[in-house]
């Protein structure tokens, strides 16, 4: 069963409105499973200094309507 949340595309176009100059605005959407990811960010020490790293994590639940995904949703 595909997951047919509209969330996303509404808060997209809500930032389209927002920011009508910008073009192109891309969700964090992970291609292949259609997923939603968060991206953090962390400190990692590197040669005695410290590194900015991002730490990209698949959510495994809808973050609008709370639906589980399947594992084999595609993106579309």
Request: hydrophobic share 30%; glycine share 6%; net charge positive.
């Amino acid at each position: 069963m595909k997951h047919e949340c509209d969330g996303l595309k509404t808060v997209t176009q809500a930032i389209q409105k927002q920011f009508s100059d910008y073009e192109n605005i891309e969700p964090p959407i992970e291609l292949f499973s259609g997923q939603i990811y968060l991206n953090f960010t962390a400190d990692k020490p590197f040669r005695g200094k410290k590194k900015q790293v991002e730490i990209p994590v698949l959510l495994s639940k809808c973050p609008f309507c709370g639906e589980k995904y399947t594992s084999k949703e595609v993106a579309t």
